[in-house]
């Protein structure tokens, strides 16, 4: 018997993953999402998207939270588009951890009818080659615009979704549920 058919063997039956599993966290789904308005909505789309898949969670987040009030915001955004602008983060993963995972979805509000400046934060450092991208986002009323990410992100991109008008509910997880069956999750 060879050495590695040996240890497999070994740490199988000790209850720990084989080696072809080792490193790799959950099912390799990772839902890394970016919300900011009071009702949370894309963080409600990413629990859904998790719950489904049985992903891992990940929050996006300014290391400088952006103000309450909505034209200050929407002010800030503009500025950090026009600038092209890449706010710092409050944390962050590291390549290695991002490599356990194969399928990474990406939510986010659509603002200014783009992905928000800190999406491309989070995503430009890593390297996402060889894994799948999924976006999703939640808008008030507009389409995704997932051009500039596509562009931007060198992966392999799956068809998004986008919910306008978010609002928790059977019809909302009914719109998740026949995307991630679409794309080819068994839920
Ligand atoms: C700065 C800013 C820009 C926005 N731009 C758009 C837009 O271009 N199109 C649109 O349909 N909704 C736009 N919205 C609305 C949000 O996309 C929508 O309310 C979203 O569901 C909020 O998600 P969240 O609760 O995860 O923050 C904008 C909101 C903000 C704060």
Excluded: H
């Amino acid at each position: 018997m060879k050495m590695k058919q040996l240890l497999s063997l070994l740490t199988d039956a000790a209850g720990f993953p084989s080696f072809a599993a080792a490193g790799k966290k959950g099912n390799g789904v990772l839902v890394a999402y970016f919300t900011w308005s009071p009702a949370q909505n894309t963080k409600q789309m990413a629990e859904q998207i998790a719950a489904a898949t049985g992903g891992d969670l990940f929050r996006i987040e300014p290391e400088e939270a952006y103000p309450a009030d909505y034209r200050k915001t929407v002010q800030i955004v503009k500025d950090e588009m026009q600038g092209n602008i890449r706010p710092k983060l409050k944390s962050t993963m590291t390549q290695e951890e991002l490599d356990r995972y194969d399928t990474v979805f990406v939510g986010f509000p659509v603002w200014c009818y783009d992905a928000p400046m800190v999406v491309y934060s989070f995503l430009e450092p890593l390297d996402l080659s060889g894994k799948t991208v999924v976006p999703f986002a939640t808008s008030g009323g507009g389409e995704m615009n997932d051009r500039n990410l596509r562009a931007k992100i060198p992966a392999t991109f799956k068809d998004s979704l986008c919910i306008a008008g978010y609002s928790p509910g059977e019809s909302s997880s009914r719109k998740i549920t026949e995307w991630l069956s679409a794309l080819g999750f068994s839920l």
